[in-house]
């Protein structure tokens, strides 16, 4: 049954790393900005879910940690992009 | 540290949501690839963030303490943070698309 939750586990990976590609095709071709910005999103979090899956196959709990700080700064680098998107300026006087 | 022989109740349910988070990650990713126009766009990578994260974080609370031998409760952590978070960004970026359509006169 080891074998068959490994395969499992390839199959998500290479799953990620698919999703991965489409994002960063998404990034460079996107037409606007914003499209830019919510393919930059799905990329961090698809980056998180890759750390969890290595995690997961390794059995190490090194990997939660980095995931945590991804999603983390994942969320303010979004929330800063579609800020500035918003008002032209991040931090407002 | 080699790899233990995991239990079966780790392995099978542990399968079956592995497939189902790759394949909803993978769905996610093609809809934003695909969709013609940014205000459905913005529905693909909300199923990576709700199946695709939500799978594979329970997958992990399934497996870690297999290896570990101690039950593990830090992917509570990042569900919580992602769940919250998630609508944030997502309700940001649509005011500022909504914003940037009106601004052009186009929307």
Redesign the interface.
């Known amino acids: 049954m080891n074998a068959v939750f490994n395969a499992a586990l390839w199959f998500a990976q290479v799953c990620v790393a698919l999703a991965m590609l489409g994002a960063t095709v998404r990034l460079f071709v996107g037409p606007s900005a914003q499209d830019r910005v919510l393919a930059f999103d799905s990329l961090y979090v698809n980056g998180m879910l890759t750390l969890l899956l290595l995690g997961i196959r390794y059995g190490s709990t090194a990997y939660f940690d980095t995931a945590l700080l991804i999603s983390l700064f994942g969320f303010v680098g979004t929330t800063a992009l579609a800020k500035f998107l918003l008002r032209g300026d991040v931090v407002e006087p | 540290?080699s790899?233990?022989?995991?239990p079966?109740w780790?392995?099978?349910p542990?399968?079956v949501l592995?497939?189902l988070?790759?394949?909803a990650?993978?769905v996610?990713?093609?809809g934003?690839?695909r969709l013609r126009d940014?205000f459905s766009?913005?529905h693909?990578?909300s199923m990576?963030?709700t199946m695709?994260?939500g799978a594979?974080?329970l997958?992990?609370m399934l497996?870690?303490p297999a290896?570990?031998g101690r039950p593990?409760f830090?992917?509570l952590?990042?569900a919580l943070?992602?769940l919250t978070?998630?609508p944030?960004?997502t309700s940001?970026?649509i005011?500022?698309?909504l914003?940037?359509a009106r601004v052009r006169g186009s929307a």
């Not at chain 2, 790899?3 to 995991?6: A, Y």
């Open positions: 540290m790899s233990p022989i995991l079966l780790v392995t099978i542990g399968t592995l497939v988070g790759g394949l990650t993978l996610g990713s093609l934003l690839l940014f766009r913005m693909g990578p990576t963030n695709g994260v594979v974080l997958t992990s497996a870690l290896w570990t593990m830090h992917e952590l990042i943070l992602l978070s998630a944030i960004s940001l970026l005011q500022a698309a914003y940037r």
